[in-house]
């Protein structure tokens, strides 16, 4: 049961990171498919870290490392969709798709290479971190807390707080409803929506290194992160682009993805005899369902997806 | 006045997709210097050049028909996607679609031991109707295509999976050989394999897809049920408005869709040219190079047989980099690079478009002066 508890906590925070990244960029008027790029680039970021920082630094030094080394690589992928969508006014969902394939071959590519590099006969793509791991994990009794719970917490607030109270937030949101409207009273749609599509590259940086530290102490870069990025994109549909209710939707997709990990470890589950696969589709078939069911009257940014041009009317 | 043939929207587009290609390969030589300069001319021409690495005829031939084994499915799923977008919908479930094909096909020629011919009826309706639920969580929920597509995505690999083990050889976690166990499904080949120094994985599937390339290309651009899909593509309202049934055209947009995903799943594994391996944690790449070519193509259902050809002439040249010093995925890196750079082709036609307007802007003011003073000479005289 704490076992359950451990991975749902682990894996809502996922989510909740890369949806509250997602709401971010679409409250400033750009939808970002890009997410899940951006995660395994911040996967990448944070592992590079931890593979060439010594182990031998205190475990504070080696979180703060690995954070910004995620949020680094994720803010600067997030600027291929910022050049091409708001700039050059390219179609979002095309870019966005172009990312997630990109990241995962440019990692894999990386990621072999300084593999090979170090030792010739290594060809693949893992990179090794049981060490620094520990780092992130604190044991209470059994449970095993990860910062990034807490990281979630503190990144949940921050979000509310940008968006809501204070004058940056409310300016987004502004361009993502009407930009012509925001434009006449003499915000720039530009830099807003260059804002929005950063902090969308730091949160779904950190929700990527998250990702590959939440149950497993290697990560094969070729496996991408198993549309993460989309189930947040979902988790945000179903939270109707709003912080507060896109954490309790991170919980309740988070809890069907940590049943796909830990079903066996009960009893009256591991006896109804359900393949392990089932499990392993049911994060996406409740999605699935709960997108069936709360689409029809979506509270989505009205200016989303459609590239601001400041002669049009 | 001689006509610009740069003006032609048609030339436009082979341009921008020339200039996409060449800057995606520049970039990836610059990867490969990066990893490691030397052997990396020779890596990037490794991948360019494909089949003609080979130093026997018959080989190269051999090499060539592998290539083409696997456009005809990567056609499919650019058709899948071009079809869809010329609607106004991202069918980036073609992956899903594309593997649940490949699981009917084989299901239906393993497990029921069906022909060539009812398989590939089967899996044609199998995908259909899986891309029909998009299609109607888009029209009467009003669900994002794109993320709803990749939910189907991933339901439909880990359902394959499980499908698909019943028929899995007893050691291994691959599917059985076609040739032993159901030569019946096989495609016939027609003779075309003699034609690729008896590749026998050439069948009738090649030059179906591009017959369905071109029925697509008559059914978009030559029919009223193409027009009244493009219309609902361009303004759901409008074309509502004009009497259409919108709900009706999204529907049936990615059934067709649908269907033709899977058929690429069929041409694919009917030819016995690859095993499903149940084990597979991933989406196969086929429906996302789809994407890829289908907008390399220029989004023309002739262009994007060129464009699938050589997405794929180029993945398959990935195997042959030197794969102590590279990673074969350089070939992966270099065609998503392609597909991002095909976003700004909007802004290459643009450019190329306002480059002309201004020279013969300046062509006309040179012209200007010169009537001008022509009228002010007659003006002096009168």
């Known amino acids: ?313 | 006045m001689k006509k610009n043939i740069l003006k032609n929207s048609a030339v436009q587009t082979l341009i921008s997709s020339l200039i996409c290609i060449l800057l995606g390969l520049l970039i990836g030589y610059v990867v490969l210097l990066f990893i490691n300069p030397e052997g990396a001319s020779e890596a990037i021409l490794a991948v360019i050049k494909n089949f003609l690495n080979s130093s026997r005829a018959n080989l190269r031939l051999k090499n060539l028909g592998n290539t083409l084994v696997k456009t005809a499915p990567l056609l499919m799923c650019s058709l899948s996607v071009l079809f869809a977008y010329k609607v106004g919908l991202f069918n980036i479930g073609a992956a899903g679609q594309f593997v649940v094909g490949s699981c009917a096909c084989l299901i239906a020629a393993l497990g029921f031991g069906w022909g060539w011919l009812p398989c590939m009826i089967f899996t044609l309706v199998v995908g259909a109707v899986y891309g029909a639920v998009v299609g109607l969580l888009k029209a009467y929920c009003n669900v994002n295509e794109v993320i709803s597509g990749i939910m189907l995505n991933w339901i439909g690999l880990y359902g394959t999976n499980m499908i698909l083990s019943s028929v899995k050889e007893p050691t291994s976690p691959y599917t059985l050989h076609l040739a032993s166990d159901a030569p019946q499904a096989i495609l016939p080949s027609l003779g075309l394999d003699k034609l690729f120094s008896n590749n026998r994985y050439v069948t009738v599937a090649i030059p179906l897809a591009i017959i369905i390339a071109i029925i697509i290309y008559v059914l978009l651009d030559k029919t009223k049920l193409g027009y009244e899909l493009k219309a609902t593509g361009n303004n759901k309202n409008a074309a509502k408005y004009a009497g259409m049934a919108e709900k009706r055209n999204i529907i049936l947009t990615l059934a067709i869709a649908g269907a033709l995903a899977a058929l690429g799943g069929a041409f694919l594994y009917q030819t016995d040219y690859e095993q499903w391996s149940v084990t597979q944690s991933s989406v196969p790449g086929m429906g996302f190079n789809g994407i890829a070519a289908a907008f390399l193509g220029g989004l023309h259902p002739i262009g994007s047989i060129f464009a699938s050809y050589f997405i794929q002439h180029i993945t398959n040249g990935g195997g042959y980099v030197d794969l102590t010093k590279y990673s074969s995925q350089i070939s992966d890196l270099i065609s998503s690079l392609i597909i991002y750079l095909c976003a700004f082709v909007l802004f290459i036609k643009y450019a190329i478009n306002s480059g002309i307007a201004k020279r013969e802007e300046k062509q006309a003011q040179k012209l200007k002066p010169a009537s001008d003073g022509a009228d002010s000479g007659k003006g002096g005289e009168a």
């Open chain 1, 1 to 313: 049961m704490l076992l359950l508890i451990q991975y749902t906590l682990v894996f809502a925070s996922v989510l909740l990171l890369v949806a509250l990244g997602g709401c971010f960029a679409e409250h400033s008027g750009v939808i970002n498919l890009g997410l899940e790029g951006i995660m395994v680039l911040g996967a990448l970021g944070g592992a590079l870290m931890m593979r060439y920082v010594p182990a031998t630094v205190p475990g504070i030094v080696m979180v703060l490392a690995v954070l910004l080394g995620a949020i680094a690589f994720g803010v600067l992928y997030s600027c291929l969709l910022g050049v091409a969508s708001i700039n050059f006014k390219a179609d979002q969902t095309l870019v966005g798709t172009a990312m997630n394939l990109l990241g995962t071959a440019a990692a894999t590519v990386f990621v072999k290479a300084i593999n090979t590099a170090s030792n010739p006969d290594d060809v693949s793509s893992v990179i090794q971190y049981i060490e620094p791991k520990k780092a992130f994990l604190v044991n209470i009794g059994g449970f095993e807390f990860n910062w990034f719970m807490l990281i979630a917490v503190i990144a949940l607030a921050v979000a509310y707080v940008t968006l809501y109270k204070t004058k940056f937030g409310l300016r987004l949101m502004a361009c993502g409803e009407h930009p012509q409207a925001a434009d006449s009273v003499g915000i720039n749609v530009y830099k807003m929506r260059w804002a929005g599509v950063l902090i969308s590259g730091i949160y779904g940086g950190l929700g990527g290194i998250c990702y590959i530290l939440a149950g497993v102490s290697e990560w094969k870069f070729e496996n991408g992160v198993a549309g993460f990025g989309f189930l947040a994109l979902a988790v945000m549909i179903f939270g109707q682009w709003k912080p507060t209710r896109i954490a309790l939707a991170a919980l309740l997709f988070g809890l069907f993805r940590a049943l796909s990990n830990v079903y066996s470890g009960f009893s009256f589950l591991a006896a109804l005899n359900i393949p392990s696969t089932v499990y392993n589709m049911m994060p996406y078939i409740v999605s699935l369902l709960v997108l069936a069911l709360t689409s029809k009257n979506s509270r989505a940014p009205k200016a989303e997806g459609i590239p601001y041009d400041k002669g049009q009317r």
